[in-house]
């Protein structure tokens, strides 16, 4: 088995938007090259437009590298064994306004693949370790934007993922939220579980994360160890305010 989670190897995406005049080329991301420890909790941080939504679409198979190779466990991103190992929760979930949180999570649970009690249960688990149980009887469209990202969570821990890739999963959320998905996560780390995520609040990755991916203009400025801004004067702040000025 793969000791890493996920691996770039010197990645690349370019975007091409046809034009009147002739096509238009946007490099996302350049010659892109990392790895994720299996069990390991991982943050990337960068300014907006660094490629931080560039590489978690890469990695959850949205999206094929121009160049480079991107695996998850030793797999093609697209690939079912990939696939089945991970967790995706989306910056803005979205879920129909008239379900319930049992009903969507059945729906998503069928989708991935499960069924009959198997499925039943896993909708039970989730839901009670998300706290969703106590909000069975809403309806999503009665949900606040907390509620929505617990249920955003428990649809990607239904099948068991041995990678959790969250994109923002505490932005806009307020401190007793927060609070309850910091703990959320780092029960599903003590469990084995590896978290990629991305954020733009430095103090949650601070608290969680045992490396940090910095990005500048799509590539890669710096790999820091939590060791290291713990000894830093100003902490993981000062370290990403000089890699991105």
């Not at 803005?92 to 999570?105: C, Q």
């Not at 949900?143 to 993922?161: D, E, I, T």
Request: aromatic letters at 6%.
């Amino acid at each position: 088995m793969s000791a890493h989670a996920v691996s770039f190897a010197n990645v690349e995406k370019t975007y091409r938007r046809p034009g009147l005049l002739g096509s238009a080329y946007t490099t996302a991301v350049k010659d892109l090259s990392f790895e994720i420890p299996a069990g390991e909790v991982t943050g990337l941080l960068g300014l907006n437009g660094a490629g931080k939504t560039t590489i978690m679409k890469l990695l959850t198979g949205l999206l094929f590298p121009t160049a480079g190779k991107v695996k998850v466990f030793g797999h093609a991103p697209s690939d079912a064994a990939a696939k089945a190992r991970v967790g995706f929760l989306p910056e803005l979930p979205y879920f129909p306004p008239h379900l319930r949180p049992g009903e969507a999570l059945l729906y998503y649970g069928r989708l991935s693949g499960l069924s009959g009690p198997e499925l039943d249960s896993a909708v039970r688990a989730a839901m009670d370790r998300t706290g969703l149980d106590r909000y069975a009887d809403k309806r999503a469209s009665e949900f606040s934007k907390g509620m929505l990202q617990r249920l955003g969570l428990a649809q990607a821990l239904l099948h068991g993922p041995d990678l959790l890739v969250l994109d923002e999963p505490v932005s806009g959320l307020d401190p007793l939220a927060i609070r309850d998905i910091r703990g959320l996560l780092a029960g599903l780390n003590a469990e084995g579980r590896a978290i990629f995520l991305s954020s733009h609040s430095i103090s949650e990755v601070e608290k969680l994360c045992s490396r940090v991916l910095i990005m500048v203009k799509g590539r890669l400025a710096a790999t820091v160890k939590r060791s290291q801004w713990e000894a830093a004067p100003g902490g993981l702040e000062s370290i990403f305010v000089e890699a991105v000025s």
